[in-house]
């Protein structure tokens, strides 16, 4: 394998190549162990998400309690979240490379999930705003200490698949979110407001919050005792020496074409995925005359069943192209996705029929969002050991923000600004759809090039 140089780059890392330190996580024993730590992962990226997705059922209430508009109701679920979860992934990349995991993602559960008890109390945009960043912060700890974590405890002929499985919590989360959320908030509707103590006087979204929320720290308790930190996949000689935020970009800008189309190109597909995901449900209510929770149940039964074959479809593909030499199999499955997402959206709203507008509804829930796994996997591969806690944070900071703050955004504001009503909800979709995915598809195939000279044996 040959790797590129670069004057920033340590003398060891011309001798030592990527995939060996990837490799070495095929030493770590036995195969039980390493599963449960991916499915327990799963189950605490099913946690954060639910606490993302609820806000998208809660469109209606919050609206008319805060008064406020689609473009700001955006801002909750993207811009308030993302700023701080993208801009804080960077110090905790580098905490990630020098301290143990399994401690920083206990930290995260707790402080997230104490945020987002915390949204239940606000009273005004503001305040939510401020908790939804709160949320933002402790979900940032929790993709790039599993990213190096799971690095170290799978081959690379096993590393899409493992990734994938953590990528089931946002499809497992979303869905339940949206499946059981509708009918809570339906139910909480229904019986008012509720004194609850300390709390005072709450409104039924105040309470959704609350009670999704504080659960999570049982599993930040939990994280302590389920994850041993495994052996890190370099030599103990190079700890500081990769350890550093200097080697670390040198070897990113020798290779920028690659990390160019892995942090842009699927940042703009994560644009449509990310705001497909939030505002679908309201497309729903408006377009079709759903109710809450019927809107909760069509979209979230998509999510859980055709999400969950999504994300294991494209962390087996991946893998399978990877056995087969394919070594840009990560970036191909990514485009199949990608343009996957530009039909759907498309079709979402522009179909002429209603039934084949839901039907596209349907099968976005196979696309969206379900190729964390296989990228997260092809990052890993590119990515020296001692480097890939900075680098998921730096893919973290600059895909996630682009897909959070302004997808979400780009859907609302061209709602609000473009077409000038509500009910262009779906024109607003089918354009987003058109654009962005498409554009990080080109961006990620003009990163396959360069994988393949970077891991040529």
């Given at each position: 394998?040959?790797?590129?140089?670069?004057?920033?780059?340590?003398?060891?890392?011309?001798?030592?190549?990527?995939?060996?330190?990837?490799?070495?996580?095929?030493?770590?024993?036995?195969?039980?162990?390493?599963?449960?730590?991916?499915?327990?992962?799963?189950?605490?990226?099913?946690?954060?998400?639910?606490?993302?997705?609820?806000?998208?059922?809660?469109?209606?209430?919050?609206?008319?309690?805060?008064?406020?508009?689609?473009?700001?109701?955006?801002?909750?679920?993207?811009?308030?979240?993302?700023?701080?979860?993208?801009?804080?992934?960077?110090?905790?990349?580098?905490?990630?490379?020098?301290?143990?995991?399994?401690?920083?993602?206990?930290?995260?559960?707790?402080?997230?999930?104490?945020?987002?008890?915390?949204?239940?109390?606000?009273?005004?945009?503001?305040?939510?705003?401020?908790?939804?960043?709160?949320?933002?912060?402790?979900?940032?700890?929790?993709?790039?200490?599993?990213?190096?974590?799971?690095?170290?405890?799978?081959?690379?002929?096993?590393?899409?698949?493992?990734?994938?499985?953590?990528?089931?919590?946002?499809?497992?989360?979303?869905?339940?979110?949206?499946?059981?959320?509708?009918?809570?908030?339906?139910?909480?509707?229904?019986?008012?407001p509720i004194d609850l103590p300390v709390v005072g006087?709450?409104?039924?979204?105040?309470?959704?919050?609350?009670?999704?929320?504080?659960?999570?720290?049982?599993?930040?308790?939990?994280?302590?005792?389920?994850?041993?930190?495994?052996?890190?996949?370099?030599?103990?000689?190079?700890?500081?020496?990769?350890?550093?935020?200097?080697?670390?970009?040198?070897?990113?800008?020798?290779?920028?074409?690659?990390?160019?189309?892995?942090?842009?190109?699927?940042?703009?597909?994560?644009?449509?995925?990310?705001?497909?995901?939030?505002?679908?449900?309201?497309?729903?209510?408006?377009?079709?005359?759903?109710?809450?929770?019927?809107?909760?149940?069509?979209?979230?039964?998509?999510?859980?069943?055709?999400?969950?074959?999504?994300?294991?479809?494209?962390g087996t593909m991946a893998d399978r192209l990877i056995?087969?030499?394919?070594?840009?199999?990560?970036?191909?499955?990514?485009?199949?996705?990608?343009?996957?997402?530009?039909?759907?959206?498309?079709?979402?709203?522009?179909?002429?029929?209603?039934?084949?507008?839901?039907?596209?509804?349907?099968?976005?829930?196979?696309?969206?969002?379900?190729?964390?796994?296989?990228?997260?996997?092809?990052?890993?591969?590119?990515?020296?050991?001692?480097?890939?806690?900075?680098?998921?944070?730096?893919?973290?900071?600059?895909?996630?923000?682009?897909?959070?703050?302004?997808?979400?955004?780009?859907?609302?504001?061209a709602t609000d600004h473009i077409f000038g009503y509500?009910?262009?909800?779906?024109?607003?979709?089918?354009?987003?759809?058109?654009?962005?995915?498409?554009?990080?598809?080109?961006?990620?195939?003009?990163?396959?090039?360069?994988?393949?000279?970077?891991?040529?044996?």
């Amino acid at each position: 394998m040959t790797v590129s140089t670069d004057a920033a780059i340590p003398a060891e890392a011309d001798i030592i190549s990527v995939a060996a330190d990837i490799q070495t996580g095929a030493r770590n024993p036995g195969l039980f162990y390493p599963w449960l730590v991916v499915a327990f992962l799963m189950l605490v990226y099913t946690s954060s998400f639910i606490d993302r997705t609820i806000l998208s059922l809660l469109v209606q209430p919050i609206r008319a309690d805060l008064h406020l508009s689609d473009s700001e109701y955006s801002y909750l679920g993207g811009l308030a979240f993302v700023v701080l979860y993208s801009l804080s992934s960077v110090p905790l990349g580098s905490l990630v490379d020098r301290s143990s995991r399994r401690a920083i993602i206990a930290v995260g559960i707790a402080a997230w999930s104490i945020m987002t008890a915390g949204c239940g109390i606000a009273t005004s945009f503001w305040r939510l705003f401020a908790f939804r960043v709160g949320v933002g912060i402790g979900e940032a700890t929790l993709s790039p200490a599993t990213y190096s974590l799971v690095g170290d405890l799978f081959p690379r002929e096993k590393l899409g698949r493992a990734l994938s499985l953590f990528g089931l919590g946002s499809q497992i989360g979303a869905g339940l979110a949206l499946l059981v959320g509708g009918s809570v908030i339906a139910a909480m509707v229904a019986v008012g407001p509720i004194d609850l103590p300390v709390v005072g006087m709450t409104k039924p979204w105040q309470v959704v919050f609350l009670a999704i929320g504080l659960p999570g720290l049982i599993l930040a308790a939990l994280s302590m005792v389920i994850i041993r930190e495994p052996r890190r996949g370099r030599a103990p000689s190079l700890v500081e020496d990769k350890a550093g935020w200097g080697p670390t970009l040198g070897y990113m800008w020798t290779n920028w074409r690659i990390y160019t189309a892995l942090f842009i190109g699927m940042g703009f597909i994560a644009m449509f995925g990310y705001g497909s995901n939030f505002w679908y449900p309201a497309f729903l209510q408006r377009i079709h005359g759903f109710t809450i929770p019927e809107a909760g149940r069509f979209w979230g039964l998509s999510q859980l069943i055709l999400g969950i074959l999504g994300a294991l479809t494209s962390g087996t593909m991946a893998d399978r192209l990877i056995s087969r030499g394919r070594l840009d199999g990560h970036f191909r499955v990514c485009i199949f996705f990608g343009i996957g997402n530009a039909v759907c959206g498309i079709g979402t709203g522009l179909a002429p029929w209603p039934w084949l507008s839901l039907v596209f509804v349907a099968a976005t829930g196979f696309v969206s969002n379900t190729i964390i796994g296989a990228i997260a996997a092809g990052i890993q591969m590119v990515t020296p050991a001692r480097m890939r806690g900075k680098v998921s944070a730096l893919y973290i900071m600059s895909a996630a923000f682009i897909g959070l703050a302004f997808g979400p955004s780009a859907i609302a504001n061209a709602t609000d600004h473009i077409f000038g009503y509500d009910n262009a909800i779906g024109y607003s979709i089918a354009l987003v759809a058109a654009v962005f995915p498409l554009l990080g598809c080109l961006l990620l195939n003009m990163g396959r090039k360069p994988v393949l000279a970077l891991l040529a044996p």
